[in-house]
């Protein structure tokens, strides 16, 4: 069981960029993933999530209406949309599997990806 997270960068205040989280080795159809991102100094934290059955959960207000989740069962894919990023936007981007429902809490995810860069700066 594998997550691979791409596509982080460093863009400016305002642009956009989307991050892929490709699986292998599980079904996705059967697995919530989220995002979870750590900026430096801070704890990692739960961004948003998509549940198996295609149920969107996010635990960030300040990416309401910036950021989208979707997922392609076919290619094992989830992605995330990131929009009008902002330099607080900056973390390490991670995603993470979790055979149940979503959860904002890092300890109920079974599985991990390596981390992708976002550094949103003029």
């Known amino acids: 069981v594998q997550l691979q997270a791409s596509g982080g960068g460093l863009v400016q205040p305002g642009d956009s960029l989307r991050l892929t989280c490709a699986g292998s080795?599980?079904?996705?159809?059967?697995?919530?993933i989220g995002w979870f991102r750590q900026a430096p100094g801070k704890e990692r934290e739960g961004v948003l999530c998509?549940?198996?059955?295609?149920?969107?959960?996010y635990y960030q207000d300040s990416v309401k209406g910036r950021f989208t989740i979707s997922k392609d069962n076919a290619k094992n894919t989830v992605y995330l949309q990131m929009h009008s990023l902002k330099p607080e936007d900056t973390a390490v981007y991670y995603c993470a599997g979790h055979l149940r429902e979503c959860s904002e809490y890092e300890y109920d995810y079974d599985f991990w990806g390596q981390g992708t860069q976002v550094t949103v700066s003029s």
């Open positions: 998509v549940s198996g059955n295609d149920i969107s959960t």
């Open positions: 080795g599980f079904t996705l159809n059967y697995y919530a």
